[in-house]
T-cell receptor, first 114, second 116 residues
């Protein structure tokens, strides 16, 4: 089954404790992206990766890092999480970064930073 | 600048009522795509429809229909004979085609509650 898998689905942690949210897709997609969803703001892009060699900032990259060592994986790293990063996070992928294919989204990761 | 506005924050209807979710977008591009996604209470995002800027034909899929009007920069979504299972947050999104990567600009979402 074609899917984008995020882990964990839920996490409660404390300020400053490094955490990683994993994202994996099994569709051989070139393009992957991270979004955060906040009430009244919809989804906003954090980082994206056109392919294994190209990664760049989205609209709200502060406080986040990403890595794209393999085509299928695109982890989101919070080196020193803060309460304002409490949010619902989505990983997405599509065949390419410039095509018109709809993005496939993971099921979301709800992070609470205390 | 590109922007998507979903002015209706929450809508509450009774089952079997028709309901229209509004989406107004702003872009300077002549070529772009518009999307609707559904987010049920379980939280995942479900793709509903994609429409390109050159295709202003309305589309119907079962109880769902979409009205794209380029002249008013609107891409409205109507659910006919709503059901409780339609309760969800619905997002409208815009994607430019030229000169850009595959970033979606989302509206803030409309929460639809369908009551029995």
């Amino acid at each position: 089954e074609a899917q984008v898998t995020q882990n964990p689905r839920y996490l409660i942690t404390v300020t400053g404790k490094k955490l990683t949210v994993t994202c994996s897709q099994n569709m051989n997609h070139e393009y992957m992206s991270w979004y955060r969803q906040d009430p009244g703001l919809g989804l906003r892009q954090i980082y994206y990766s056109m392919n294994v060699e190209v990664t760049d900032k989205g609209d709200v990259p502060e406080g986040y890092k990403v890595s794209r060592k393999e085509k299928r994986n695109f982890p989101l790293i919070l080196e020193s999480p803060s309460p304002n990063q409490t949010s619902l996070y989505f990983c997405a992928s599509s065949e390419t970064g410039t095509g018109i294919q709809p993005q496939h989204f993971g099921d979301g990761t709800r992070l609470s930073i205390l | 600048a590109q922007k998507v506005t979903q002015a209706q924050t929450e809508i509450s209807v009774v089952e079997k009522e028709d309901v229209t979710l509004d989406c107004v977008y702003e872009t300077r591009d002549t070529t772009y795509y518009l999307f609707w996604y559904k987010q049920p209470p379980s939280g995942e995002l479900v793709f509903l429809i994609r429409r390109n800027s050159f295709d202003e034909q309305n589309e119907i899929s079962g109880r769902y229909s979409w009205n794209f009007q380029k002249s008013t920069s609107s891409f409205n979504f109507t659910i006919t004979a709503s059901q409780v299972v339609d309760s969800a947050v619905y997002f409208c999104a815009l994607r430019r085609i030229s000169g850009g990567y595959n970033k979606l600009i989302f509206g803030a979402g409309t929460r639809l509650a369908v009551h029995p």
